[in-house]
């Protein structure tokens, strides 16, 4: 089992910057791969960052150049640097694990998501 705990949401003003943190724990050895997704009210979940230690990093177009996804192996943690913050970055975030399934559900681990709201 996994638990992914997020933190680090809440209410910016557009223009502003915000850092999410995500917090693994439990059988975490296999991690290699993190992402970040959102989800706006309405609107389905989409993929906003992804970090893989084979492949690298990479982006949705919308965030590119104003977010960057970063890990920290000591502590466990993916971050979501976000800046240059847009009231269309509005939603819930969620991290996950894209290449590790829970065994149950045969889907990935989900964090329980952090809200983000950008005020205009």
């Known amino acids: 089992q996994v638990q992914l705990v997020e933190s680090g949401g809440g209410l910016v003003e557009a223009g502003g910057s915000l850092t999410l943190s995500c917090a693994a724990s439990?059988?975490?050895?296999?991690?290699?791969?993190m992402a970040w997704y959102r989800q706006a009210p309405g609107k389905p979940r989409e993929l906003v960052a992804r970090f893989s230690s084979r492949t690298g990093t990479n982006y949705a177009d919308s965030v590119k150049d104003r977010f960057t996804i970063s890990k920290d192996s000591a502590k466990n943690t993916v971050y979501l640097l976000m800046t240059s913050l847009k009231p269309e970055d509005s939603g819930v975030y969620y991290c996950?694990?894209?290449?590790?399934?829970?065994?149950?559900?045969?889907?990935?681990?989900w964090g329980q998501g952090t809200q983000v709201t950008v005020s205009s």
């Open positions: 996950t694990t894209p290449t590790l399934y829970d065994p149950h559900t045969h889907s990935p681990y």
């Open positions: 439990g059988n975490i050895a296999t991690i290699y791969a």
